[in-house]
């Protein structure tokens, strides 16, 4: 069985800086986008994607098929929650309001084909769905007002969400219009599912599914090509 994925990519990377987006800088002569759905695409568990861009992002649109699947395009909105939802509204009437649909990061370019291989199989069978998530390893400080460590925390129980995130359209939905109607800002889709008493399986992926984020995690990223070739 294949699945849908929503692509949300009309953020303007604020935290990146610079006058381009960071899902459309060049990677070894592409966008970082279509990097990003060519590992969607590419992979047999997928049978479709919603790619959800801004107003002004027209002519960066990639081409309309990728690896022969069918590529839908749906305009944004101000969050990415309202991006999300707009994807959900834009999936085909094949989808069903049951079926299990993915969330990726439009800027999360280096997604590998087994980590997408253990949530589709892991998430399929929760009632719930499932996230790609990693173990905090690094040792976490407690800020105080003046900078000063207040304390250690520990880390034995915390993860670190990462995408793709797998839950069924109509669940996730009305998650993300409730959390919207409460004036929540959600930071993932397993966030808005969480509010609603969902309790969504973590399914560790590798470290280095990075979501280009600095200047730095572009570097990493070119890197990271530069080894493939």
Do not use: C, Y
């Amino acid at each position: 069985m294949s699945n849908w994925v929503i692509v949300p990519a009309a953020g303007r990377g604020s935290r990146f800086g610079g006058a381009v987006p960071k899902q459309f800088l060049e990677a070894g002569g592409r966008s970082v986008l279509a990097h990003t759905l060519d590992a969607l695409a590419g992979h047999p568990g997928i049978g479709g994607l919603v790619l959800v861009l801004g107003p002004d992002d027209a002519p960066q649109l990639p081409e309309a098929v990728l690896h022969g699947k069918p590529l839908v395009r749906a305009l944004g909105g101000d969050t990415r929650a309202a991006s999300v939802l707009a994807g959900l509204h834009a999936l085909p009437d094949t989808v069903r309001p049951d079926d299990f649909v993915l969330v990726h990061d439009a800027a999360r370019p280096n997604l590998h084909a087994g980590d997408l291989d253990a949530l589709l199989e892991r998430g399929r069978m929760d009632p719930v769905g499932a996230i790609l998530a990693a173990p905090v390893r690094d040792t976490l400080k407690r800020a105080g007002d003046d900078g000063g460590i207040d304390g250690t925390e520990p880390r034995e129980r915390l993860w670190r969400a990462l995408t793709p995130q797998l839950f069924r359209r109509l669940q996730l939905g009305r998650a993300l219009e409730a959390a919207d109607a409460d004036g929540i800002t959600v930071t993932d889709e397993a966030m808005a599912m969480e509010r609603q008493g969902a309790r969504p399986l973590l399914v560790e992926g590798r470290e280095d599914n990075f979501k280009i984020t600095t200047p730095t995690d572009f570097a990493r990223f070119e890197f990271e090509l530069s080894r493939r070739s």
